[in-house]
Nanobody, 121 residues
């Protein structure tokens, strides 16, 4: 059974920091591309950061320079270090594991249950 369990969310003041963790089980973690997504109330879920199997990463423009995604293949865990948090970062943050089995076919996607991040004074 595949499980992605996020932790580390909470309430933080603007300018503060949080570190999200997503521990996985039931998948061969090192062969999955991992990502963090977020969904704010009334908005669509958006990609925040991704890290692929070779360790390279990319970010949505609004978090570049503030957020850092990393992975520990030994611990089957992906992290999101969030610094300089802003009220507009408030959302439920979801962990995603994705793998393309065959080119041209939809990838396999697994999702965590989400963790709430609230940035407010």
């Amino acid at each position: 059974q595949v499980q992605l369990v996020e932790s580390g969310g909470g309430l933080v003041q603007p300018g503060g920091s949080l570190r999200l963790s997503c521990e996985t089980s039931g998948i061969i973690f090192r062969i999955y591309n991992m990502g963090w997504y977020r969904q704010a109330p009334g908005k669509q879920r958006e990609s925040v950061a991704r890290i692929i199997t070779d360790g390279s990463s990319d970010y949505t423009d609004s978090v570049k320079g503030r957020f850092t995604i990393s992975r520990d293949n030994g611990r089957n865990t992906v992290y999101l270090q969030m610094n300089g948090l802003k009220p507009e970062d408030t959302a439920v943050y979801y962990c995603n594991a994705q793998k393309v089995i065959h080119i041209g076919t939809p990838p396999i996607n697994y999702w965590g249950q989400g963790t709430q991040v609230t940035v407010s004074s």
